[in-house]
């Protein structure tokens, strides 16, 4: 089971960028679909956004299109997630996750995953 390692978040302003970054323990990466999430406080866990092996297939949860962007690196085991014009709505605990399907949706992103990290804290004040 790849193990997963999530960094890059913290405390930011409404309208500023952070990137977070996710990456694998082995080099199996490759081999799967990233995921990112996130848990808003008092809210359950929702999908942000996914990418698929091959990185052209990408996936957002409405709320946050235009906004974030997806990516993987493959060569350094680590996907991103790029966030731009973060609104205090945005604040959450941010995970990545591991999946074996070539490709997810939002609706197939509630299947059962690889694995998962502990999470990165994002925190956008007004």
């Known amino acids: 089971q790849v193990q997963l390692v999530e960094s890059g978040g913290g405390l930011v302003q409404a309208g500023d960028s952070l990137r977070l970054s996710c990456t694998a323990s082995?080099?199996?990466?490759?081999?799967?679909?990233m995921l990112w999430f996130r848990q808003c406080p008092g809210k359950e866990r929702e999908f942000v956004a996914s990418?698929?092996?091959?990185?052209?297939?990408?996936s957002y949860v409405d709320s946050v299109k235009g906004r974030f962007t997806i990516s993987r690196d493959n060569a350094k085991n680590t996907a991103y997630l790029q966030m731009n014009g973060l609104r205090p709505e945005d604040t959450a605990v941010y995970y990545c996750?591991?999946?074996?399907?070539?490709?997810?949706?939002?609706?197939?992103?509630?299947?059962?995953?690889?694995?998962w990290g502990k999470g990165t804290l994002v925190t956008v004040s007004s």
């Open positions: 996750a591991a999946g074996w399907k070539p490709f997810y949706t939002p609706t197939s992103a509630q299947d059962a995953m690889n694995s």
């Open positions: 082995d080099g199996t990466f490759s081999s799967y679909s």
């Open positions: 990418i698929g092996w091959s990185r052209s297939i990408t």
